[in-house]
């Protein structure tokens, strides 16, 4: 999936000018992170590597066991160890869509936007007969990669304002969940795929935290301190 951590603000602008909805995701939601692991090898890994993530790195952060990866989300012959690579070569990416689909190991880190962008982009493919896929996008016009979620989606048309450009969709083609719930399940495959450009930003976060309040605790007692040694100067 072409896709996309850094603080952004709630309404930023992809590079085509779309306006970006924001993915509200939370690095210590655990859960979210499980259910977009399985989101992502079932709907993603057979075209998209995640070359700098491991299986192994992958089920320590997620609080997954070996036997749950090797059972869930391990659908290729590689060892617990290896990095997380797709099963669509190189040559065969490049004859079927045009270009070989890109690894997506730190690109929630390389999109204006951030996880918007990804969260956004997943929730924007529309139906287009003169693409080669079927489908176009209004995140990334052009776009090579096809809906790969429109089972769970449905078949989105657009609805053009005065001046030609989408103002909004209509679901033509209902899918297999609600929009809510689709919003959701984009929401935790975009959890994970931010979570995979940074694995270590729940860690690094918690610990500044801690730190934070050890300095604000060692000022206090500086300043008592402080109070002391003064106390009789005048």
Known sequence: MAFLLAFVPALAFGATGAVLESSQINVNDVASMQRGASLYMNYCAGCHSLGFQRYSR???????????????????????????????????GTKWFGKAPPDLSLVARNKPGGPDWTYTYLKSFYADDTRPSGWNNTVL??????????????????????????????????????????????????????????PSAAKRRSTGVGVLAFLAVFTFLAWLLKKEYWKDVH
């Not at 320590?60 to 070569?89: C, H, R, S, Y």
């Not at 979620?149 to 450009?165: A, E, F, M």
């Not at 495959?189 to 450009?197: A, E, H, I, Q």
Request: proline share 5%; aromatic share 8%.
């Open 58 to 92: 992958m089920a320590a952060d997620l609080g997954l066991t070996e036997e749950e990866v090797a059972q869930n989300l391990m659908f290729t012959d590689a060892k617990f160890g290896e990095p997380i690579t797709a099963a669509m070569t190189v040559a065969e």
């Open 141 to 198: 016009a052009g776009s090579s990669m096809p809906h790969v979620l429109w089972d769970l989606q449905g078949t989105q048309r657009p609805v053009l304002d005065s001046t030609g450009n989408v103002e909004r969709f209509e679901l033509a083609t209902p899918g297999k969940q609600s929009p809510a719930e689709y919003d959701q399940t984009v929401r935790d495959l975009t959890n994970f795929l931010n979570y995979v450009g940074e």
